[in-house]
């Protein structure tokens, strides 16, 4: 049984909740539980079951693909707010690639079960519309990482930028607007911001209103090289 | 006004079309208009207005994304009978990346036109969860071309085996199943199935029952290299 925060938490994830009727409300809650993985614990993969829809409480998912002889590839990662979707790919028609999923970090889950999201989508569109908006979310994300991969450049571009703003002021906490930034880059702010985010979720900047802080220099020189 | 074969066809390819009332049937029909593009020429970039959905009557769309410096990759390619769904990206929440399409050959084209859609949408959720399910599976698409790009070698191993076939046999029309040359790869007929697609859209074999014909030795190896 979720607790009445649980409730809330999940309540406010799902936009569709207005477009339930009681029983469904009902069978929703009652078919989500909680789960916690320890980080570095694999949660799914092709050869696994369908695990539904993942909510993260607290914690990091990396989703990420992988060759035939073991390269992988991280296309993203979800952080606490954030709702995993593919862990339900078997669900979603026209979705007919295989992800894997670790906790990278210890990580709290509501996770409403694959059984249960089948039947709430056959009853109710707005459910299986929620589903198929958030992976379209998650397109954006893969799309974002291919970009980088392929024409990597602005990651360079903006390390570089901050690294020479560290030197220039002799200090690694750079206090500039991500406009600022944007500007002196001949870039756009979503640009930027979602870049930062990116170094942040890397472990390389913190980062915070109106402020920048470089954690390791070396390590952000060498993770955009 | 659509002559009734091109509503007919149309029909076909919406599966909300029975979720539609009589009057959105009419507006949907009154906002669709027949267009041809010539070989070569553009139809979508972010700096173009968002052009709607298009149904592929005939020819060849190409979706690519491109780098600051004029770089092009080519996500996939869409042919008769497919519907380009990233032409109405501006509709879709969470799709925040850009795309270009051009006219791979002279294509005829059903175009249900932006402001339509977005009413539709807003009025009919179906319609609304059409373009989401569609786009998922153009997210398989570009995911098929990420694995391509960055672990490449199923396509290398699939040009291999039918280049030596055809040496083998002195001939280029290799009378094997889809599921026979799946076997010999230790792959699954499916991953077969779509990249021997993939050869055809690019020219490089034909394709049918129980048949392949290398159209072009030298530039399926080339391609392959």
Redesign the interface.
């Known amino acids: 049984m979720l607790s009445s925060d649980d409730v809330t938490r999940l309540i406010e994830r799902l936009p569709f909740w207005a477009h339930l009727s009681e029983p469904q409300k009902d069978y929703l809650q009652k078919n989500t539980n909680t789960a916690h993985f320890s980080a570095g614990s694999f949660l799914h993969n092709s050869e696994t079951d369908c695990i539904g829809i993942l909510f993260l409480k607290t914690g990091m998912l990396r989703i990420y693909?992988t060759?035939?002889?073991g390269?992988e590839?991280t296309l993203y990662r979800l952080e606490a707010g954030d709702v995993c979707v593919l862990s339900a790919s078997c669900l979603?028609?026209?979705?007919?690639?295989d992800i894997s999923i670790t906790a990278e970090t210890d990580c709290d889950i509501l996770q409403l079960q694959s059984a249960a999201l089948a039947r709430l989508s056959a009853e109710n569109?707005?459910v299986?519309?929620f589903t198929?908006?958030?992976?379209?979310?998650?397109?954006?994300d893969?799309?974002?990482t291919?970009?980088q991969?392929?024409?990597s450049?602005?990651d360079q571009r903006l390390a570089d930028f901050l690294l020479e703003e560290c030197t220039r002021n002799h200090t690694c906490e750079i206090r500039m607007t991500q406009e600022q930034i944007a500007r002196n880059l001949g870039s756009a702010r979503?640009v930027v911001s979602r870049m930062l985010r990116y170094f942040a979720k890397e472990g390389l900047v913190t980062v915070s209103r109106g402020e920048i802080t470089i954690l390791d220099a070396k390590k952000l020189r060498d993770f955009c090289k």
């Open positions: 693909i060759s035939d002889v390269k590839v979603l028609q026209g979705i007919d690639f569109v707005y299986e519309l198929y908006k958030t992976t379209a979310e998650r397109f954006s893969v799309m974002w291919m970009k991969i392929l024409f450049s602005f979503e």
